[in-house]
């Protein structure tokens, strides 16, 4: 198994541009989400996703837009990009955290950095 | 506002000894907490675990104590070594169903170099 994968691994926008960050996993997990990393501020969740055609955001949402048209795929997209949003994105994705167990272990994706001129 | 916080952004500890590393939460719903750890250039991997049903669990090297009426947990390396030099990550989730579902609140991270 791949895990998690993320494409591209590196990107360079100027400001205004768009782009599509794609998350795979191959886990048959129900549950993936998008983080933003910043030195500093740990990683913050922007959206994230309970289900094949189901999205919400997380605490930083403002600026991306998301997609889960397909259980294994997850899309992020920025739309106008802009300085601030230059960072490291990773995608995880969890299977039961519905379960009994009351417990969430992610599986993260390696990560992409993103910079924004 | 925080709910799971990491006060000490690094820490140094010789090779062989007993590394420590603090988290405090701010939220008495969270009642399952897990430990990350990252390397530069990858992913965060999970490392351990602890449901609040329990105060301690271990595996290997790595023990995590948890103190629900102080909101603190600890992770514990011994003894540590070089390779466990990494950013690591405490976060925390809640049980109750709902929108928060599934999701998990990060501290901001506590760089550990362990040095020869």
């Known amino acids: 198994n791949a895990g998690v994968t993320q494409t591209p691994k590196f990107r360079v926008l100027k400001t205004g541009q768009s782009m599509t960050l794609l998350c795979a996993q191959d886990m048959n997990h129900e549950y993936m989400y998008w983080y933003r990393q910043d030195p500093g501020m740990g990683l913050r969740l922007i959206h994230y996703?309970?289900?094949?055609?189901?999205?919400a955001k997380g605490e930083v949402p403002d600026g991306y837009n998301v997609s889960r048209l397909k259980k294994q795929n997850f899309l992020l997209g920025l739309e106008s990009a802009a300085p601030s949003q230059t960072s490291v994105y990773f995608c995880?994705?969890?299977?039961?955290?519905?379960?009994?167990?009351?417990?969430?272990?992610?599986?993260f994706g390696p990560g992409t950095r993103l910079t924004v001129l | 506002d925080q709910q799971v916080k990491q006060n000490s952004p690094s820490l140094s500890v010789q090779e062989g000894r007993i590394s420590i590393l603090n988290c405090d939460y701010t939220n008495s719903m969270f009642d399952y907490f897990l430990w990350y750890k990252k390397y530069p250039a990858e992913g965060p991997t999970f490392l351990i675990s602890i449901s609040s049903i329990k105060d301690k669990n271990e595996d290997g090297r790595f023990t995590v104590f948890l103190n629900k009426s102080a909101k603190h947990l600890s992770l514990h390396i011994v003894p540590s070594q070089p390779g466990d030099s990494a950013v690591y990550f405490c976060a925390a989730s809640r049980a109750d169903r709902g929108s928060t579902l599934g999701r998990l609140y990060f501290g901001r991270g506590t760089q550990l170099t362990v040095w020869p």
């Open positions: 996703s309970v289900g094949e055609g189901t999205t």
């Open positions: 995880a994705s969890s299977y039961d955290p519905a379960g009994l167990l009351n417990y969430n272990e992610q599986f």
